[in-house]
């Protein structure tokens, strides 16, 4: 790792003119500038290429009973500046080495009517800017509660945006593309096809949130590191298109709990005039701690198969029973319930699946439904509480180990909480010693209804901290995370790259619920992907749901090759293929792309790129020297044009195509798709075909 750090006014421009302090980026393309107003309330504003993004933006916090909040009557007490240039290596990524260069400012402010003391940390990178709020040890601000944070965001137009409404509880929304203008009539709209309606406001949106201006400025707003904080969501000022903090509330309706010395999360702009380097920004990773886990041989990119799809689509049951057995006294009598003959996490299925992935050359097998108490939590209360260790009748725990093992293929593990976060704390070591003693490496935990003991929402203070206690938890028996109906992800899977997979967002099972947008897996990666991977469970190759199960008349609203393009366009070091084995082996030449592609990777071009229409990425499997595209479509056909620039010079590689048939769309002919072989070096050019709701995906293999 190389490090510079300095600390120089030199460096770059930085200016002491009365209360206004201006600091560029490294390259010159960003100023910010910090300055109080004359009520010595703080602001910033924001300009690419001498452009203004950010108009002037207050900053400042609302504190609960507190005669006096940390919103104005500042003056300056102290400025500090520095310049800092690393170069890291991720445990996983998209590349194998990351730049973290910015400049900083830390203002230093008091409030002399209190005695009281803040500081605001600016860091300016080469793709935009991220600033934090601090609280210094000091006698007259130690413990207090934020009944709200008042960041601003101004923005300078009406622009087009990509955003789901605000929601405490869930991301699970398709996007909508709207000016800003247009989000207070259609967020009541957006509600309504969601369950989930506890939300503040009807101007109010969630980050990762994408802008693009009039002119064709492409804007990124979000957070980084959120730790010990509630998750920051975005209510509108659509009369003045300024943007405003607003933090989810915990059970009592207050939004945080301080204790002096502490910090906020960084909230992040990034802005750009080309859609790619949103993409390809590591700005959110930049802005979290090196990793704490100081052996991290553990952890692993895994790409893995299991019993999941069959039953998001009714074809099998998580529950071994449709009975409500005895309990007494915590013991739960299976003896007398009756089998209801469709339990998916069964011995004979699960080593179906363990064969399947040893026999084409997956890592893990997921395992949902093989604990007791499905039957209660999906029949009777969302409130049931599940223990984490005792297995049903018809799942040996031991037995599939060491089948498993004999195969050489590890079992994920899966916690459903139920909401009971308490008990799953409670529970947690015993857990995760009981994964381990099992040959566990890896689990996926769930968080489905209301969080209990005292209905906190799924995104404030409290309810973040567990999930960051379960990750680091884990980390102490080295156990890899994927959260599911956690909070979406800021970054901290550099701190703690354990994390290795979360949902946060609307996934594949939704394709069985209804549905989702052909065009949603085009926004994704500019909106939920900014904070980190996502386990999004691609590989479908069976549209037509009622074949999965009669009574379920859904659409997966893909083509084939789209479904590919996937595991290259939707990064993850944590792949499925979520199809079940029976519809792969109806495709095998196309499942073969699903056995090559790779997981963990050394670089990464991103060469089209347009939010809601299109992206094509290419990307190079670590230690290797061979390459995987992917492309995915929006609503339209399109013609994508790309060049094999990043082939090595000299170098001839065989190119798989797996490309939409002329006549395939994502509604009437989902599985038309065509392969084809070509050699190709770094001057070969290719125009090919997407078709609505498709795209295509390549291998290029280098020839020896």
């Given at each position: 790792?190389?490090?510079?750090?300095?600390?120089s006014?030199?460096?770059?421009?930085?200016?002491?003119?009365?209360?206004?302090?201006?600091?560029?980026?490294?390259?010159?393309?960003?100023v910010?500038?910090?300055?109080?107003?004359?009520?010595?309330?703080?602001?910033?504003?924001?300009?690419y290429?001498?452009?203004?993004?950010?108009?002037?933006?207050?900053?400042?916090?609302?504190l609960?009973?507190?005669?006096?909040?940390?919103?104005?009557?500042f003056?300056?007490?102290?400025?500090?500046?520095?310049?800092?240039?690393?170069?890291?290596?991720?445990?996983?990524?998209?590349?194998?080495?990351?730049?973290?260069?910015?400049?900083?400012?830390?203002?230093?402010?008091?409030?002399?009517?209190?005695?009281?003391?803040?500081?605001?940390r600016?860091?300016?990178?080469?793709?935009?800017?991220?600033?934090?709020?601090e609280?210094?040890?000091?006698?007259?601000?130690?413990?207090?509660?934020?009944?709200?944070?008042?960041?601003?965001?101004a923005?300078?137009?009406?622009?087009?945006?990509?955003?789901?409404p605000?929601?405490y509880?869930?991301?699970?929304?398709d996007?909508?593309?709207?000016?800003?203008?247009?989000i207070?009539?259609?967020?009541?709209?957006?509600?309504?096809a969601?369950?989930?309606?506890?939300?503040?406001?009807?101007?109010?949106?969630?980050t990762?949130?994408?802008?693009?201006?009039?002119?064709?400025?492409?804007?990124?707003?979000?957070?980084?590191?959120?730790?010990?904080?509630?998750?920051?969501?975005l209510?509108?000022?659509?009369?003045?298109?300024i943007f405003?903090?607003?933090?989810?509330p915990?059970?009592?309706?207050?939004?945080?709990?301080?204790?002096?010395?502490?910090h906020?999360?960084?909230?992040?702009?990034m802005?750009?005039?080309?859609?790619?380097?949103i993409?390809?920004?590591?700005?959110?990773?930049?802005?979290?701690?090196p990793?704490?886990?100081?052996?991290?041989?553990?952890?692993?990119?895994?790409?893995?198969?299991?019993?999941?799809?069959?039953?998001?689509?009714?074809?099998?049951?998580?529950?071994?029973?449709?009975?409500?057995?005895?309990?007494?006294?915590?013991?739960?009598?299976?003896?007398?319930?009756?089998?209801?003959?469709?339990?998916?996490a069964?011995?004979?299925?699960?080593?179906?699946?363990i064969?399947?992935?040893?026999?084409?050359?997956?890592?893990?097998?997921?395992?949902?439904?093989?604990?007791?108490?499905?039957?209660d939590?999906?029949?009777?209360?969302?409130?049931?509480?599940?223990?984490?260790?005792?297995?049903?009748?018809?799942?040996?725990?031991?037995?599939?180990?060491?089948?498993?093992?004999?195969?050489?293929?590890?079992?994920?593990?899966?916690?459903?909480?139920?909401?009971?976060?308490?008990?799953?704390?409670?529970?947690?070591?015993?857990?995760?010693?009981?994964?381990?003693?099992?040959?566990?490496?890896?689990?996926?935990?769930?968080?489905?209804?209301?969080?209990?003991?005292?209905?906190?929402?799924?995104?404030?203070?409290?309810?973040?901290?567990?999930?960051?206690y379960a990750?680091?938890?884990?980390?102490?028996?080295?156990?890899?995370?994927?959260?599911?109906e956690?909070?979406?992800?800021?970054?901290?899977?550099?701190?703690?790259?354990?994390?290795?997979?979360?949902?946060?967002?609307?996934?594949?099972?939704?394709?069985?619920?209804?549905?989702?947008?052909?065009?949603?897996?085009?926004?994704?990666?500019?909106t939920?992907?900014?904070?980190?991977p996502?386990?999004?469970?691609?590989?479908?190759?069976?549209?037509?749901?009622?074949?999965?199960?009669?009574?379920?008349?859904?659409?997966?609203?893909?083509?084939?090759?789209?479904q590919?393009?996937?595991?290259?366009?939707?990064?993850?070091p944590?792949?499925?293929?979520a199809?079940?084995?029976?519809?792969?082996?109806?495709?095998?030449?196309?499942?073969?792309?699903?056995?090559?592609?790779?997981?963990?990777?050394?670089?990464?071009?991103?060469?089209?790129?347009?939010?809601?229409?299109?992206i094509?990425?290419?990307?190079k499997?670590?230690?290797?020297?061979?390459?995987?595209?992917?492309?995915?479509?929006?609503?339209?056909?399109r013609?994508?044009?790309?060049?094999?620039?990043?082939?090595?010079?000299?170098?001839?590689?065989?190119?798989?195509?797996?490309?939409?048939?002329?006549?395939?769309?994502?509604?009437?002919n989902?599985?038309?798709y065509?392969?084809?072989?070509?050699?190709?070096?770094?001057?070969?050019?290719?125009?090919?075909?997407?078709?609505?709701?498709?795209?295509?995906?390549?291998?290029?293999?280098?020839n020896?």
């Amino acid at each position: 790792m190389k490090k510079l750090f300095f600390t120089s006014l030199i460096l770059f421009a930085f200016s002491t003119l009365a209360e206004a302090q201006q600091l560029k980026s490294p390259e010159g393309k960003f100023v910010m500038e910090f300055s109080l107003q004359n009520d010595g309330t703080p602001t910033y504003s924001l300009k690419y290429k001498n452009k203004e993004v950010v108009k002037t933006s207050k900053l400042g916090l609302e504190l609960k009973n507190d005669k006096k909040s940390l919103l104005n009557d500042f003056a300056i007490a102290d400025t500090k500046t520095s310049t800092f240039d690393e170069t890291w290596k991720p445990v996983w990524g998209e590349v194998d080495a990351i730049r973290n260069h910015y400049n900083e400012l830390a203002v230093t402010l008091d409030q002399k009517s209190t005695d009281r003391q803040i500081v605001i940390r600016f860091r300016l990178f080469d793709d935009g800017l991220g600033f934090r709020y601090e609280f210094p040890t000091q006698k007259n601000l130690t413990y207090f509660v934020i009944k709200e944070e008042r960041t601003q965001f101004a923005m300078t137009g009406d622009h087009t945006a990509f955003w789901i409404p605000g929601d405490y509880d869930t991301q699970e929304y398709d996007y909508t593309k709207s000016k800003l203008s247009e989000i207070r009539g259609l967020s009541e709209k957006a509600y309504t096809a969601n369950v989930s309606q506890k939300s503040f406001s009807n101007t109010g949106v969630q980050t990762s949130l994408m802008l693009k201006t009039n002119d064709g400025i492409y804007i990124n707003l979000h957070e980084a590191a959120l730790i010990d904080y509630s998750c920051m969501h975005l209510n509108l000022d659509d009369k003045n298109m300024i943007f405003e903090s607003w933090l989810t509330p915990d059970a009592k309706g207050d939004k945080g709990y301080m204790q002096a010395p502490s910090h906020s999360p960084w909230r992040t702009i990034m802005v750009s005039d080309d859609a790619r380097d949103i993409l390809a920004s590591k700005m959110t990773l930049n802005l979290n701690e090196p990793s704490k886990i100081e052996d991290t041989s553990w952890i692993k990119p895994v790409k893995y198969v299991g019993v999941w799809w069959e039953m998001i689509t009714g074809k099998s049951s998580w529950s071994y029973t449709n009975d409500f057995p005895t309990v007494q006294l915590g013991v739960t009598d299976f003896s007398k319930a009756k089998p209801n003959g469709t339990h998916g996490a069964n011995n004979a299925n699960v080593k179906k699946y363990i064969d399947f992935a040893a026999k084409n050359g997956f890592d893990a097998v997921l395992v949902e439904g093989w604990n007791e108490g499905w039957e209660d939590w999906f029949g009777h209360t969302k409130d049931y509480v599940f223990d984490f260790v005792t297995p049903y009748p018809d799942f040996d725990v031991k037995g599939l180990h060491e089948y498993a093992k004999s195969k050489g293929i590890k079992i994920i593990m899966h916690h459903e909480t139920s909401g009971s976060v308490r008990n799953y704390e409670r529970h947690m070591d015993k857990a995760y010693q009981f994964m381990k003693d099992n040959g566990y490496d890896a689990v996926k935990s769930g968080y489905v209804g209301d969080i209990l003991p005292r209905g906190e929402n799924h995104y404030d203070q409290w309810i973040v901290n567990h999930y960051q206690y379960a990750i680091e938890k884990a980390a102490d028996y080295k156990i890899m995370v994927n959260a599911h109906e956690a909070v979406r992800p800021t970054g901290i899977c550099r701190t703690y790259p354990n994390l290795i997979g979360n949902e946060a967002a609307r996934g594949t099972e939704y394709q069985s619920f209804g549905g989702s947008k052909p065009n949603h897996v085009t926004v994704l990666p500019f909106t939920r992907l900014i904070g980190g991977p996502m386990d999004y469970t691609p590989g479908i190759f069976e549209m037509d749901l009622t074949k999965m199960n009669p009574d379920n008349k859904s659409h997966v609203n893909s083509t084939l090759a789209n479904q590919l393009a996937l595991y290259v366009t939707m990064y993850s070091p944590l792949q499925m293929a979520a199809d079940t084995p029976e519809n792969y082996n109806r495709f095998p030449d196309a499942f073969q792309f699903i056995k090559d592609v790779a997981i963990d990777w050394s670089e990464s071009k991103y060469i089209e790129a347009e939010p809601g229409d299109f992206i094509t990425v290419a990307r190079k499997a670590k230690g290797t020297n061979n390459w995987f595209v992917g492309n995915v479509n929006g609503d339209n056909s399109r013609t994508s044009n790309i060049d094999f620039s990043f082939l090595e010079k000299g170098k001839k590689y065989t190119a798989t195509l797996y490309v939409d048939a002329k006549d395939a769309h994502y509604k009437t002919n989902p599985q038309a798709y065509t392969i084809k072989k070509m050699v190709v070096t770094n001057t070969s050019k290719l125009s090919q075909f997407s078709a609505p709701g498709g795209g295509y995906a390549i291998s290029i293999i280098e020839n020896k």
